[in-house]
């Protein structure tokens, strides 16, 4: 099974300041990477596939990159609605499998 | 506009049963890869299961192995989970999930509204 180690578990920013995320994957998943977002009690949302694709309905300000063992997650400046936590996930192997999340939080 | 509802969850005891259901709406259903995720309350999310859109392809994770059937019924345009043998530690949220392309397997979007399972005594 491939673990997925995202970092750091919380970031505590202000809006209009940049963030970056991080996952580390446990052995090389090329560049089949996937992000997720989740805020309280609503279901989460694809973002970011295939490492740097935006879906449908992304704003611009959310870009990924990376590949191998080693991704990102950048949002260029953060907006009141990106405050959530983030997912990354993999699809390289089956089980498919989900990193523990990082929270982003209003400083 | 694509629809996801999850019906079936409630409080079960350990080593009972439950079959969780997913109304599907907005597309056609029979063309697309659907799934379960699990996420305990304020955990992390765990795939749970697929399955292709003709049925030939299915998956589960080791946990649920023998335990959980997945299943689909094109011309109901439903998605199933037939949970055996719950265990505390399968308590969560069950989403319903739709893969986001037809081409390419294991990218999830959209997801239901999630229905809870709580396996208690």
């Known amino acids: 099974e491939i673990v997925l180690t995202q970092s750091p578990a919380t970031l505590s920013l202000s809006p209009g300041e940049r963030a970056t995320l991080s996952c580390r994957a446990s052995q090389s998943i090329s560049t089949f990477l996937a992000w997720y977002q989740q805020k309280p009690g609503q279901a989460p949302r694809l973002l970011i596939y295939?490492?740097?694709n935006r879906a449908t309905g992304v704003p611009a300000r959310f870009s990924g990159s990376g590949s191998g063992t080693d991704f990102t997650l950048t949002i260029s400046s953060l907006e009141p609605e990106d405050f959530a936590v983030y997912y990354c996930?993999?699809?390289?192997?089956?089980?498919?499998?989900f990193g523990g999340g990082t929270k982003v939080e209003i400083k | 506009e694509v629809q996801l509802v999850e019906s079936g969850g409630g409080l079960v005891k350990p080593g009972g049963s439950l079959r969780l259901s997913c109304a599907a709406s907005?597309?056609?259903?029979?063309?697309?890869?659907m799934n379960w995720v699990r996420q305990v309350p304020g955990k992390g999310l765990e795939w749970v299961s697929s399955i292709s859109g003709s049925s030939t392809h299915i998956y589960y994770t080791d946990s649920v192995k023998g335990r959980f059937t997945i299943s689909r019924d094109n011309a109901q345009n439903s998605l199933y989970l037939q949970m055996n043998s719950l265990r505390a530690e399968d308590t969560a949220v069950y989403y319903c999930v739709r893969d986001y392309q037809q081409v390419y397997v294991g990218w999830f979007d959209p997801w239901g509204q999630g229905t809870l399972v709580t396996v208690s005594s």
């Open positions: 907005g597309f056609t259903f029979s063309k697309y890869t």
């Open positions: 996930q993999q699809r390289t192997n089956w089980p498919f499998t």
């Open positions: 295939d490492t740097s």
